[in-house]
């Protein structure tokens, strides 16, 4: 009988064991194959980001590479009658956003390419991505969003598009500006 249980508890270590080797190795992938690492937004800015969004009731907002989700977080709370929207290819981040996630109905987590999301319905869009991405994903925004649609970029500036107006979050640090275009 005891042998019974000790195999059992055996078996199941190795397979446990064997599943996070494999989660492991897949954040790696991830973190070798995606363009931009997983840095979360200081959390001494949230709140400072947050409040430029000034959505109303109904609207969409969308954070593409969301990371664990702290913004939309926020979000949801100062606003809550919007839907908030993450989008995240990292494994440990998209499974951290998800567990965050639990109990705010209106706060959906995503695991998708952001390059392959579909953003028509978003007034709002939040992005924390390195230069080369950002350009890309305002390509994107640009051709797929609604006139009028907001993106707030922390940090990282457009080449090609002029920023309506740009906000001072922060002296020190990441997390020092944040760049407000619309479409
Ligand atoms: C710098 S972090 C920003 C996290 C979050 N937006 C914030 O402000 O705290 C960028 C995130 O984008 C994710 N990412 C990079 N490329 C992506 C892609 N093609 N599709 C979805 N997520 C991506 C990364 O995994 C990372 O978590």
Redesign the pocket.
Known sequence: MFFLFYFILAVLIVFLSIICIFAFLFEIY?ALT????????PKKVVRKIVAQFRMMPGDVLF?????EG??LREAVAEYPGIQAVG????LL?YFLARVYAIGKPNLRILR????QSDISQATHI?L??FPE?LEEILYKIHRECRPGTLVFS?DFSSKTYNPERVVELSDTGRGRKLFVYRV
Do not use: T
């Open positions: 991830s995606l363009s931009v690492p997983f840095v979360p937004v954070d593409l590479g969301c990371g702290r913004v989008v995240e290819m990292g981040p998708e390419n952001m390059y939040y924390y991505l991405v922390c």
